[in-house]
């Protein structure tokens, strides 16, 4: 490797843990991780410190592992989805340059794109792309670092719920998901037209009803798969109410 080995690390480990190849609790061995990736374990005790700063991996005392999905702490996450994805859509607008639009719309054609192959997994990093792209016009790194956390542990959650129903072919239901898919492309459309807009307001009420459509269903999976989640671990749905 070259070019910031421990960047390379990061971004590899990063797409390990959201593709769910490295699953919740696993140990990180950096000497392991070294041989395997043939480099040094500087640049994966870096890439660990990034990830552990993201909030993907944590320590136990000298060990590393990937972090585990808390179900005690999914509306905690949600809500600050809510408030960090508002901010985003809202300096987006007044703030995105041509460069930006060009590439919100670049990651929102692959992302239709990825919903017409049928590519699950494509199409969950085709839609994390889209968002990150929002972000990076906002052109406010601490805003941009809020809602990015927030979104990776989304997209965890979300990884979580539906892998094994894409791989058996079930994703809610053939009808369904096609349903979701088409009123997530619309909304994507509403964003992306706001933001070049420059309209402020409307990016946040755009960003509302994202949040809904993505709040609803993962609560459905969440409701239809309880005991699944329970053999899990602890699972506390309490303060969520089913719309």
Not at 129 to 152: G, P
Request: with cysteine.
């Amino acid at each position: 490797m070259s070019e910031r080995d421990g960047v390379k690390v990061a971004k590899m480990l990063r797409d390990s843990i959201l593709r769910l190849d490295l699953r919740p609790g696993v140990i990180l061995d950096e000497a392991e991780l070294g041989a395997r990736l043939n480099v040094s374990r500087t640049p994966v005790r870096e890439a660990i410190i990034q990830l552990i700063a993201d909030g993907l991996v944590v320590r136990e005392g000298r060990k590393a592992k990937v972090a585990p999905l808390d179900f005690d702490d999914v509306p905690k996450l949600y809500d600050a989805l809510l408030i960090s994805s508002r901010l985003v859509h809202r300096q987006a607008a007044l703030k995105r340059t041509k460069r930006n639009l060009t590439a919100i719309a670049r990651e929102m054609e692959a992302f239709e794109e990825f919903c017409r192959s049928g590519d699950g997994v494509a199409r969950s990093e085709a839609n994390a792309s889209f968002h990150s792209a929002i972000s990076a016009s906002a052109n406010n790194r601490y805003i941009q670092d809020f809602y990015e956390q927030a979104l990776l542990g989304t997209i965890r959650l979300s990884r979580a719920c539906f892998s094994d129903r894409e791989v058996e072919g079930d994703d809610g239901g053939i009808a369904d998901l096609s349903e979701h898919l088409k009123e997530t492309m619309r909304q994507h459309r509403k964003i992306y037209e706001a933001i070049e807009a420059g309209d402020a307001a409307a990016a946040d009420a755009t960003a509302i009803e994202h949040y809904e459509l993505t709040k609803k269903r993962v609560i459905a999976v969440l409701f239809s798969r309880s005991q699944d989640f329970i053999e899990m671990g602890d699972l506390s749905l309490d303060s969520w109410e089913v719309a």
